[in-house]
């Protein structure tokens, strides 16, 4: 079992930047692919951004690639989001997960373990 808290969600204006962090506890961080996915109201939860488990591979959507940055520090169980140049469609609740199934990063049906999730919100 892995158990994973998000963190760093807010209010921003549009143009502005958040980091957000996923903190893991329970098995060891390291054993897993992880990434970021966000739903927004009444919509699907969507791919933004995975990274391997050495953290050598990042992938990206399209629609965030060039603004967003995704990390993980496996000796603190932690992967971060670097989210700069905010837009009002970011807008969403993001979570974190962990892959434990398959190697697709960019399907959530690969992920078995989630957190709870962080609001952000941006502002036009």
């Known amino acids: 079992q892995v158990q994973l808290v998000e963190s760093g969600g807010g209010l921003v204006q549009a143009g502005g930047s958040l980091r957000l962090s996923c903190a893991a506890s329970?098995?060891?961080?390291?054993?897993?692919?992880t990434g970021w996915f966000r739903q927004a109201a009444g919509k699907e939860r969507d791919f933004v951004a995975a990274i391997s488990w050495t953290g050598d591979s990042t992938y990206y959507a399209d629609s965030v690639k060039g603004r967003f940055t995704i990390s993980r520090d496996n000796a603190k169980n932690t992967m971060g989001l670097q989210m700069d140049s905010l837009q009002p469609e970011d807008t969403a609740v993001y979570y974190c997960g962990a892959r434990i199934y398959g190697t697709n990063y960019y399907s959530t049906s690969s992920y078995g373990y989630w957190g709870q999730g962080t609001q952000v919100t941006v502002s036009s």
């Open positions: 329970g098995r060891p961080f390291s054993n897993y692919a």
